[in-house]
């Protein structure tokens, strides 16, 4: 039994009072709600979406997977309020190798997979940046809406290289009309020879028909004009402008950051989600500290690794207060070229100066609270001394930013704002959309048509640096209070997830790339190349240089600045050099290109440039070569000292070659050098025989005659007491081999000890 409403009886003046108590309420509402929806920083919510990019040749493996992605998105969202329903945007991508080669069957059934079971969604759409042709354009038309590039276009259905096929008439004509489209039209662009046209009625009506039904089309409608349907003669094949003016497509968009700020989605949307449909296979990587040569290798590394694991999700834990341009760039780079995995920035405290590009290259970005982002003004050199950014490299570095955001879905004006002080950021009523944007003042002021409610946001001056707090309201990302919280974002409660930091060899590339363990690093192995030419053959000096030059293009080559180029030219150089010793003696042109390329090598591997273009360049390429200078001032000066005490060292006096005496009763300084005084040349040596008095590792010293001087072998090694004879002179320097004949010397050498001998240099 149903109670009667029962009004009790109200005095007018009551009623009359409530009314108005009533109105003041519902004015104050609507203010206090406008006031909301005005006040400064607080942007839209956005709408759930998300981009999927198929790219020819559609198979059933492309439906499969985007089976999987789409119904993971639709269920999670398709539960709640129609506004809150997600909007799907297909982005259709041509083959690069053969594109319009889409066979019929995968294509007619992923049409049939947009337009039957994707109602759980709030709206379909379908993006074609560029033109696109064969049957990969019927999922187009499955969509809702449609939207295109300025270049781009649809059809013909029909490849180039197949007939028309009638059979394939009434399947297309099903589709076109399920999704109330023109079905003449998309006929037409099956059929090439059709004869369509283009149909103005009185009534301002726009229609395609084709010339069979054109008779019965006449009954009911009266025609104005009716020229053929395609433009220039391109059969078969709709334009975006033509389909834009006919009301097909719904927009014309450069990029999919435009096309998601259209349907008012979350600017990251526009990139694929690997994750969506697949198991989380999550990784955590740390970034430390300046960014540097270093840290693009290690990156390449943990990346490359976290592939082999097929990793779909990589958390980059960010804590930098900046480092060198190039190095930045090239991390940034490497990251955003990352498609196979889902990228997440979490700044854990900071990533200010050139750091802050690392987390515009990934696709998530979540500051943990009291984190800050972006104040690009200074960069950290490679000797860690702070230098201001140059107006170069500020426009550089804004163009950049700038390019990371669009590409990844990032305000590009926030972007840009984070480097160049001149920019200000406001926040403006897009009129087209209704939605409100993020952009720089220049560029609301180029378009009042379009933008209005214009309000700044941040003042020219200074780079704009973003503290947690703000994160939402310049758009850029969220904020959460610890790694948990982080880990709930994304479904990953309870999980433990690896952390990927350097590893021992990262450590030890970071100390052996530091200035002045590089320059040790050079000082040993110059010094001890030098004492293995005082002390001859391959031995404790010559491990020990090779070591130290191992170490250095080691470490470089790993840090970035070396490549296979520095190595060859340095390993040139040695041969060159060796050329000079062994092969062709003689202080001449192989001796200084072998110099001269190791030299090169060690330059060009200290920086990431080859040659200095930027001011701060310039610098560093002054450091290094006063750096390479003082090393070989120490070398010199080590040598020196080496030649003057070493001898007198009582255990390494045996590895010394001491001249002989000029007799058993006079000792001689074994540091002093013997006289040459009358000897210009020892040319008239030239096929004597004589016999050594040292062993030749490759120099040592031989006596002919009455006569010890220093002698070369053409080989790596004589024993002492050997009869060798001289193959060569050049100058005071005198090349001898083992001799093999039989005899005496010509200048009546005695095989025991002369004490009449005169040792001379």
Not at 511 to 534: A, H, I, N, R
Request: glycine letters at 8%.
């Amino acid at each position: 039994m149903l109670r009667p409403l029962v009004i009790p009886r109200l005095h007018a003046r009551s009623v009359l009072q409530a009314t108005a108590l009533g109105c003041w309420l519902a004015i104050l509402g609507d203010a206090a709600a406008l006031a909301q929806a005005q006040a400064p920083g607080t942007p839209d919510e956005s709408t759930p979406g998300q981009l999927f990019t198929i790219v020819e040749p559609i198979t059933h493996e492309t439906i499969a997977k985007l089976r999987a992605q789409t119904r993971s998105l639709v269920d999670k969202t398709s539960g709640g309020a129609q506004g809150r329903r997600a909007v799907l945007i297909f982005q259709f991508i041509p083959g690069e190798t053969a594109p319009g080669t889409s066979d019929f069957g995968a294509s007619y059934d992923l049409a049939n997979f947009i337009a039957k079971e994707l109602g759980g969604a709030k709206l379909t759409v379908a993006y074609v940046p560029e033109p696109l042709s064969g049957f990969a354009v019927l999922p187009v038309f499955a969509c809702t809406e449609i939207v295109m590039g300025a270049q781009a276009s649809l059809g013909p259905i029909t490849p180039e290289n197949q007939s028309f096929d009638p059979a394939l008439r009434e399947p297309l004509r099903f589709l076109a009309v399920r999704k109330a489209r023109d079905p003449d039209l998309i006929l037409g662009m099956l059929d090439r020879d059709a004869d369509l046209r283009l149909v103005r009625t009185a009534d301002k009506g726009v229609h395609y028909v084709l010339a069979e039904n054109l008779p019965e089309f006449l009954k009911n409608h009266q025609a104005i004009d009716q020229p053929s349907a395609w433009e220039g003669g391109r059969r078969g094949v709709l334009t975006a402008d033509r389909a834009r003016e006919e009301g097909l497509c719904k927009r014309v968009a450069a990029t999919p950051a435009e096309v998601a700020h259209l349907y008012r989605i979350d600017g990251s949307a526009a990139i694929d989600d690997p994750t969506l449909g697949s198991l989380l296979r999550p990784v955590w990587i740390r970034i430390d500290g300046p960014i540097e040569a270093s840290k693009l290798s290690y990156l390449g590394r943990r990346i490359e690794q976290a592939r082999q694991e097929r990793a779909n999700l990589v958390f980059f834990e960010i804590d930098s207060p900046g480092g060198m341009v190039e190095a930045a760039d090239g991390v940034a780079d490497l990251i955003a070229g990352i498609e196979d995995m889902k990228t997440v920035a979490y700044i854990n405290e900071r990533a200010l100066g050139v750091s802050a590009l690392l987390p515009l290259a990934c696709r998530d970005i979540v500051f943990k609270a009291g984190a800050s982002l972006g104040d690009v003004r200074q960069l950290i050199t490679a000797r860690g001394r702070l230098e201001s950014l140059t107006e170069a490299q500020i426009a550089g570095l804004a163009d950049k930013a700038a390019f990371l955001a669009s590409k990844k879905g990032h305000p590009e004006a926030v972007a840009r704002a984070m480097i160049d002080p001149d920019v200000e950021v406001v926040e403006a009523l897009d009129q087209t959309t209704g939605a409100t944007r993020l952009l720089s003042r220049r560029e609301a002021e180029a378009d009042p048509n379009r933008y209005a409610n214009i309000e700044t946001r941040k003042e020219p001056g200074r780079p704009l640096a973003i503290e947690a707090e703000k994160a939402f309201a310049f758009g850029i990302g969220e904020t959460v209070r610890d790694v948990e919280e982080l880990k709930a974002v994304y479904g990953l409660q309870g999980m433990a997830i690896r952390v990927e930091g350097p590893t021992w060899v990262d450590s030890l590339v970071t100390l052996l790339t530091d200035p002045y363990v590089s320059w040790l690093l050079l000082f040993v192995g110059l010094f001890m190349m030098v004492l293995e030419l005082k002390l001859p053959g391959i031995g404790l000096p010559a491990i020990v240089s090779s070591l130290a030059f191992m170490l250095f293009f080691w470490s470089h080559y790993l840090s970035g600045t070396a490549d296979q180029l520095e190595i060859i030219l340095f390993l040139m150089g040695l041969l060159s050099l060796a050329v000079e010793l062994f092969v062709l003696p003689g202080f001449g042109i192989f001796g200084m290109s072998g110099i001269v390329l190791m030299l090169a090598s060690i330059v060009m591997a200290s920086h990431t440039f080859v040659w200095p273009t930027q001011e701060y360049e310039y610098r560093e390429m002054g450091l290094t070569l006063i750096q390479l200078t003082i090393s070989l001032i120490g070398v010199t000066i080590g040598a020196v000292i080496l030649a003057r005490f070493f001898p007198a060292i009582p255990i390494f006096n045996r590895l010394i070659l001491q001249p002989e005496p000029r007799n058993l009763g006079e000792s001689v300084d074994p540091a002093a050098k013997p006289s040459m005084e009358g000897y210009e040349s020892f040319a008239f040596l030239i096929g004597e025989t004589g016999r050594t008095t040292s062993p030749l590792r490759p120099t040592g010293k031989a006596r002919f005659g009455n006569l010890l001087i220093d002698v070369t072998a053409d080989n790596f090694y004589i024993e002492p007491d050997s009869l060798v004879e001289v193959v060569d002179v050049h100058g005071t320097r005198v090349i001898v081999k083992l001799w093999t004949g039989s005899g005496e010397s010509q200048l009546g050498l005695d095989p025991e000890f002369d004490e009449d001998s005169q040792p001379l240099g």
